[in-house]
């Protein structure tokens, strides 16, 4: 039985990580729409599908022990900032040609991570740990010093999701109340700025036609499903485990990048994505060697 669980959380870690990483394909499809009117249909709709599925198979009395609990309430209408900065600097990238600097970020990601864990949760770095971070950040400076430039968007994502999952980790809510409770907390703003705006946004459904209305309905299903895959994953392998599967969804964009849209990949970026992977490489002989000792 543990066997086929195991499995389980195997097929659904790649599955979330694959779907993460294809989803820019669904972004260009509404490269059009500005980025701020694709995040407020991801609001709602991520909002919608969430409901529906609590109300088919449940968890409705875990949302009404949620709201008795003001404290994690407090830390989700952070995480909900968090989220929506994130979705709205992704989207943002995706439909403006840097879809390179998105791969970059989510390359960048777990080693934020590891750094946010010793800050804030007082866990030591071993010593490939120190050295992964260490040429990441060496990495980010020689493209400040010899390039003149940050890769803020790279930064900006890497740093929200991570302060992201960081909060989530605290307050301990599963993905389905939680992933509800921050759209609801942004659902008003949502709606208030579609429907003050139907004159001016490209996204007003009465106006428009039957196939741009099912992409941005999509949204929901894109935002929901790759996270509820990620979460039926996370309680059934090691976390150490799904940190081995992270690498797929920036691969495929960094793929999807260069092969497909034709973003530049010049020295700039060959520099610091160097820096990064080597970074990553040691991250990964760490986890190894970690789990060796374990076994």
């Known amino acids: 039985m543990q066997e086929i669980e195991y499995r389980k959380g195997i097929v659904y870690a790649v599955c979330a990580y694959t779907l993460w990483g294809f989803a820019p394909l669904y972004f260009k499809l509404l490269e059009n729409v500005p980025a701020a009117e694709i995040l407020l249909h991801r609001v709602i709709w991520s909002f919608v599908f969430v409901t529906i599925l609590i109300a ?51 390359f960048i990601n777990p080693l934020v991570n590891v750094s946010l864990a010793m800050i804030f949760l007082g866990e030591r770095l071993r010593k490939l740990q120190w050295a992964a971070v260490a040429l990441a950040a060496t990495g980010v400076m020689i493209q400040l010093i010899s390039f003149g430039s940050i890769p803020l968007v790279s930064l900006g994502l890497a740093c ?80 150490s485990m ?14 999807l990048a260069v092969a497909l849209f034709n973003e530049p990949f010049d020295a700039e970026k060959g520099i610091t994505f160097a820096f990064i992977w080597a970074a990553l490489v040691l991250f990964t002989l760490d986890m190894l060697y970690k789990r060796k000792a374990k076994k």
């Open 160 to 239: 929200s999701f991570a302060f992201y999952g960081l909060l989530r980790k605290k307050v301990n809510v599963d993905a389905k109340t939680g992933l509800l409770v921050e759209t609801a907390i942004l659902l008003p703003v949502a709606l208030v700025y579609l429907f003050s705006n139907t004159g001016d946004s490209l996204t007003h459904l009465l106006a428009n036609d039957l196939h741009h209305n099912l992409l941005l309905v999509a949204a929901g299903i894109i935002t929901t499903v790759p996270l509820l895959c990620f979460a039926s994953a996370a309680v059934r392998i090691p976390f």
């Open 56 to 106: 088919l198979f449940g968890g409705f009395a875990r949302l009404r022990h949620l709201l008795k609990q003001p404290k994690q309430l407090a830390v989700l209408c952070l995480t909900s900032v968090l989220i929506a900065g994130n979705w709205l600097l992704f989207i943002w990238a995706v439909n403006n040609d840097h879809m390179l600097d998105a791969s970059l970020g989510y």
């Open 242 to 255: 799904l940190g081995f599967f992270q690498y797929i969804g920036p691969s495929i964009m960094f793929i």
